[in-house]
């Protein structure tokens, strides 16, 4: 039977869709590779089931194929089983980046703020914050220890929330005791504040889309 015809019968369908749940605690690349080798492995003896037996319909292939498999459940508990002493360190490496993302980034981008209150910018004051933005995102997305299962994807959505209102009401707030300090407004608490808006925005926008980009791979 044809590779892509086989996969598209419901029952294995549903049974790769099982496996692949229960391994979402491994990291994507991982998975895909173990998902890839079990498709292999099950294509292969349905391949030699239909070669040695007249097989009445594709439904009894796949149902006489996986019946010489583990249930999804229990194949993924010896595969994770297998990984068991590595999970402690993603998940060190989860609290950890999680850690420095807040402080570096989600602290940076608020400290990004402070000019607004004060009037004025001082650029060898600003330049370290502006690194530790840089330094926290880019941790947190390319650090192959981080494990991107549930749990991460929802700290992400969450700190992208609080990040969201934290930016807002420190642009605006700022702005507004500024004008209750000054009794004005000079040119560059406008356009600083206009420049802090749009590149939050700019970077909140970021964040959602490489968050969307992990919640898919959990799918």
């Not at 607004?116 to 997305?141: D, H, K, Q, R």
């Amino acid at each position: 039977m044809d590779k892509k015809q086989f996969f598209s019968i419901g029952s294995v369908r549903s049974y790769l869709d099982d496996l692949n749940k229960n391994l979402q605690s491994l990291p994507l690349e991982e998975r895909n590779k173990y998902l890839a080798e079990i498709k292999a492995d099950i294509h292969a003896s349905a391949l030699d089931i239909e070669e040695n037996n007249k097989i009445e319909s594709e439904e009894v292939l796949a149902k006489e194929t996986l019946q010489s498999f583990m249930s999804p459940e229990n194949l993924a508990d010896e595969i994770l089983n297998e990984h068991k002493n590595d999970f402690a360190d993603n998940h060190k490496a989860n609290k950890s980046t999680a850690q420095l993302f807040t402080g570096f980034s989600v602290g940076g981008l608020g400290a990004l703020s402070v000019p607004i209150l004060i009037g004025f910018i001082n650029i060898s004051a600003t330049l370290p914050f502006l690194i530790a933005i840089l330094i926290g995102t880019v941790t947190i997305i390319v650090n192959k220890k981080v494990l991107w299962n549930q749990q991460m994807v929802s700290y992400f959505k969450k700190t992208i929330r609080y990040s969201t209102f934290g930016y807002l009401a420190l642009g605006f707030g700022f702005f507004a005791i500024r004008l209750i300090i000054s009794g004005e407004l000079d040119n560059f608490v406008i356009y600083y504040t206009l420049f802090y808006l749009a590149i939050g925005a700019l970077y909140i926008l970021a964040l959602n889309k490489v968050y969307q980009r992990k919640a898919v791979q959990l799918q």
